[in-house]
Antibody
Framework: QVQLVESGGGVVQPGRSLRLSCAAS????????MHWVRQAPGKGLDWVAV????????YFAESVRGRLTISRDNSKNTLYLQMNTLRIEDTAVYYC?????????????WGQGTLVTVSS | QSVLTQPPSVSAPPGQKVTISCSGS????????VSWYQQLPGTAPKLLIY???NRPSGIPDRFSGSKSGTSATLGITGLQTGDEADYYC???????????FGGGTKLTVL
């Protein structure tokens, strides 16, 4: 069965960095694009970034472009989100998600999320 | 302010039908596939509808999706108390080159 397990969340001061990981199992990780989606406390879903199956193509939400980077290690079945110059408004639960198909229009499996709190 | 517009809340009695709208533009819904997600309290989102009107295996046919022009609609029939959740539409925006979610709709079954 497909499993996505995020880790790396925690409390961090504004301006600092954090790296999130998403360990994937139960499917051929190297064959699927992957998303990061976040949800601020009490708010709606906010799309963050997507990476192609081979890591060649990435897209980012305007709000995080230049500060967050997405990457993957297909040999380790792991997706990453490097978060730099963190802001208060980056506080959220961060979910990783598997693209349902080659076009990545939808996310068919989600992790349980990891909480990032940016606070001084 | 979300690129996709959903009503903040809808409600209906058990057994009835409800629809949730999602309004966008030609750069997003008008030219890309729409998906819908259900998020029960305290849990991760779950895919309900993909590619405008397709249900993943295991999703009951009480849930349906449709798209017309720059709007999409999620329909739920035979409402159950277990359907109480937040529902989100999602698509790609070709102008932003980014994924976009609607603001979410809270469904109350009363």
């Amino acid at each position: 069965q497909v499993q996505l397990v995020e880790s790396g969340g925690g409390v961090v001061q504004p301006g600092r960095s954090l790296r999130l990981s998403c360990a994937a199992s139960g499917f051929t990780f190297r064959s699927y694009g992957m998303h990061w989606v976040r949800q601020a406390p009490g708010k709606g879903l906010d799309w963050v970034a997507v990476i192609s199956y081979n890591g060649d193509t990435e897209y980012f939400a305007e709000s995080v472009r230049g500060r967050l980077t997405i990457s993957r290690d297909n040999s380790k079945n792991t997706l990453y989100l490097q978060m730099n110059t963190l802001r208060i408004e980056d506080t959220a639960v961060y979910y990783c998600g598997k693209c349902r198909g080659n076009d990545c229009y939808s996310i068919d499996y989600w992790g349980q999320g990891t909480l990032v709190t940016v606070s001084s | 302010q979300s690129v996709l517009t959903q009503p903040p809340s809808v409600s209906a009695p058990p057994g009835q039908k409800v629809t949730i709208s999602c309004s966008g533009s030609s750069s997003n819904i008008g030219n890309n596939y729409v998906s819908w997600y259900q998020q029960l309290p305290g849990t991760a989102p779950k895919l309900l509808i993909y590619d405008n009107n397709n249900r993943p295996s295991g999703i009951p046919d009480r849930f349906s999706g449709s798209k017309s022009g720059t709007s999409a609609t999620l329909g739920i029939t035979g409402l159950q108390t277990g359907d109480e959740a937040d529902y989100y539409c999602c698509t790609w925006d070709s102008s932003l080159n980014a994924g976009v979610f609607g603001g979410g709709t809270k469904l109350t079954v009363l």
